[in-house]
């Protein structure tokens, strides 16, 4: 076969080199050493979003502390990335708000108590005890109106995420996988019916799969990243990273990485 014309589409991710650093030195002051910087939404994908829905057409929300990360696949790969600078932590800031108390306090009611959407509310679903700022003076709260101080935070987390699938012009490719939820945020009871309602496409909760371990932590959303990294194919010396279930994949897919990069670094 011959050829003239060698073409490739590539999504290349940046990282501001002042903010690795940081994170190198946080990293070596903890006692590690760092192998090769990997954007984390990639390896918590590689945990939780299937092949198949990486070949049909998905989006990945991870839903964080502080930031949403998107990630769209379709045709076995991702084409597209976004992060959002908001994220679970600015409910549990407008419940401290809202309810006067700390954000421990209101970390605790989200977790235990909270629920993302109005229509899952039960009528006797009664109220929830908490302690105001002083951590002593007992107070109580109607699961309504938590519902009203979280409702409209998550509306508007999926509202931006689905403006930014539609500036990326990928809407229509992910609606056969439909949106697979994972982070710790989305631990948020009816967060999946919320993401439904408002991007209009069906979703999931995203646990991290095919890893064995103590199932509060390999099963726990929060660790999907983490999980991840531990199968993701690096540079150091081209080898797997650990002994990952699905070798053969990784291993392929450590080449190909390595050659898009070898050619990135040729090219710019
Ligand atoms: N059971 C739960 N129910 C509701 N929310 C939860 C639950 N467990 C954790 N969260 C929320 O998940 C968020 C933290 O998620 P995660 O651990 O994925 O964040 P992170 O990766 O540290 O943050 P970021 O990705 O922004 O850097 C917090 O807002 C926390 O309150
Ligand atoms: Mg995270």
């Keep these: 076969m011959e050829g003239s014309l060698l073409e490739v589409d590539v999504q290349i991710v940046t990282a501001s080199r002042s903010h690795l650093s940081n994170i190198f030195k946080a990293i070596n002051m903890a006692g ?38 998107i990630a769209v696949y379709f045709d076995g790969c991702v084409h597209y990335t976004e992060k959002l600078s908001i994220g679970a932590d600015s409910v549990t800031r407008d419940l401290a708000y809202g309810l006067r108390t700390s954000l421990s306090q209101a970390q605790q009611i989200k977790e235990n108590h909270g629920v993302a959407m109005s229509s899952l509310l039960d009528q006797n679903d009664g109220e929830v005890n908490f302690t105001a700022m002083d951590g002593r003076t007992f107070r109580k709260v109607s699961r309504r109106t938590l519902i009203d101080i979280i409702e409209p935070r998550v509306e508007e987390i999926f509202t931006l995420i689905s403006e930014k699938l539609q500036d990326s012009g990928y809407a229509d490719r992910v609606v056969p996988g439909g949106a697979v939820l994972t982070g710790g945020g989305s631990l948020l009871k009816g967060i999946e019916q919320a993401a439904e309602k408002i991007l209009q496409l069906s979703s999931r909760i995203g646990l991290p799969q095919g890893v064995i371990g103590k199932s509060d932590i390999v099963g726990h959303p929060s660790y999907a990243t983490a999980i991840g990294l531990l199968g993701f194919p690096y540079r150091g010396d081209g080898q797997l990273s650990s002994t990952s279930a699905n070798k053969r994949r990784t291993v392929r897919a450590a080449s190909v990485a390595q050659r898009v990069k070898e050619w990135v670094e040729e090219t710019f």
């Design 32 to 69: 590690f050493t760092v192998t090769e910087p990997i954007y984390g939404l990639l390896a918590a994908g590689e945990v939780v979003v299937t092949q198949e829905e990486r070949d049909l057409g998905s989006i990945l929300i991870d839903v964080g502390g502080q930031t949403t990360d």
